[in-house]
């Protein structure tokens, strides 16, 4: 087991941040790291910024790669608002799609509980 990827596979920006420096005038999201996920799907792990995925920048990964970040970015957490958890689904869905496998239709289900006891 190799040790967790320090640095988004995509941007190169390092994940764990202790503290950010934002230059006068940038916008703080280039800088910021707001959500960071971990997979290893294969026999390599990844890293990966919210801001990455959510811009797509999947080169160089392979599909099963792409599949599992749709599944780490679209698991679901109690507090997340009922906005989040349906952009959260969408991912999932998509998940699906590629690895129609237990664990995912299980995030899936668990994604789609608050928004039926909302309802
Ligand atoms: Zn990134």
Redesign the pocket.
Known sequence: MSAQPQR??????ELEQLYVCVPEGEHPDEYL?AEAVWVSPLDRQIG??G???QRQ?FVGLKPEEIVALHWSFGRCDADDSRQTIEKKIGRLLLAVEGLPCGEVYCALAYAYEPVRQRL
Request: hydrophobic share 30%.
């Open positions: 988004c596979f995509s941007c190169d920006r790291i990966f910024c801001r990455c995925y920048l």
